[in-house]
């Protein structure tokens, strides 16, 4: 009965959300065909030209590819209805997916800044005129990825943007790179550029570990302002306390609760009903989706409340 305000909360959510869907699975999956046969595209240039920046750019490409693949699938499995077997439903296996690419990014990371090192100690001559045209071409692709996704609305759409920006930034300091090496003789540019690029993709691997992380560990949303929604529960009238409140995410963007409330022992419990709705739609605001409500009043003792 009381979650009666749940599921309407849901109906509006895909309703909104609906208009946009196909377009922006679509171009996903655009996203990832054009990022996949470009890294390959990329691989091969980078062999070619002996140079390792832009065989770690390569790499970072696969990744970006596979995430996008990723995010596509899981974010379909992620969508499946609560059943038999997954009480809380199938959101937390959108995150599971980031954190596998999170790990692997990172190990790869790891092994091309060794890489990077070793061609500092012993400079080894690149293509600087191939190392250019790569780089222009490198620009063109990601500019019309770039162009193509820049009115998408979707959260993941709105990622992948930020990628091909990110990328295009990767793209212009290779330009300039092959320029330099081009006129001068400074074959450590290159490896110097695959480093940027590794502590790039490192350092980002690990802010989304840590986020991913602290969901599995079910910590408290960093987003969500904890002290806040207390005093708004607190306010209830008939409200005396709340305690022994857990608040953690099941995906980052859809949080769950469970709290205890004292009640004035004087209120009738035909009351109880519209208390525990007030908690829920209080709680909605705060992207809490499911709350789980114990009432007690002053005259039973509960362990779990704090002197
Ligand atoms: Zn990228
Ligand atoms: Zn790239
Ligand atoms: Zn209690």
């Avoid at 937390?92 to 999170?102: H, N, T, W």
């Avoid at 079910?218 to 022994?244: C, N, Y």
């Avoid at 609760?257 to 739609?281: F, G």
Wanted: glycine share 6%; with cysteine; net charge neutral.
């Amino acid at each position: 009965m009381g979650h009666g305000h749940d599921h309407s909360n849901h109906k509006i959510k895909d309703h909104n959300h609906s208009h946009h869907h196909s377009s922006a699975s679509k171009n996903l999956a655009w996203a990832f065909v054009l990022n996949l046969f470009f890294s390959i595209f990329e691989l091969l240039g980078g062999i070619y030209s002996n140079s390792i920046a832009i065989i770690s750019d390569a790499f970072h490409d696969f990744g970006d590819a596979f995430s996008l693949a990723f995010v596509w699938y899981l974010q379909k499995v992620s969508t499946k209805p609560i059943d038999r077997h997954f009480d809380y439903g199938y959101k937390r296996f959108s995150i599971l997916g980031a954190l596998i690419i999170s790990v692997l990014l990172s190990v790869g990371s790891v092994f091309m800044i060794i890489e990077s090192v070793k061609r500092f100690l012993s400079p080894a001559e690149s293509k600087a005129d191939v190392m250019f045209l790569l780089a222009i071409v490198g620009v063109v692709v990601n500019g019309i990825a770039m162009f193509r996704l820049q009115h998408g609305s979707s959260f993941s759409e709105k990622a992948v943007f930020l990628h091909f920006l990110e990328d295009i930034l990767g793209w212009i300091a290779v330009l300039f790179g092959s320029i330099l090496m081009y006129f001068w003789e400074v074959p450590w540019i290159d490896p110097l550029l695959s480093l940027g690029i590794a502590i790039w993709i490192l350092y980002n691997a690990y802010g989304n570990t840590k986020q991913v992380m602290r969901i599995f560990l079910q910590a408290v949303p960093v987003t969500l302002d904890r002290k806040d929604l207390i005093v708004q529960w607190e306010q209830i009238k008939g409200v005396k306390s709340v305690h022994d409140i857990k608040i953690w995410s099941l995906d980052g963007n859809q949080h769950v609760a469970s709290l205890h409330v004292l009640i004035d022992k004087k209120l009738k419990p035909n009351r109880y009903q519209s208390i525990k709705e007030q908690i829920r739609n209080i709680a909605i605001k705060f992207a809490i989706v499911h709350t789980t409500i114990e009432i007690e009043t002053d005259e039973e003792i509960c362990n779990l409340q704090l002197p």
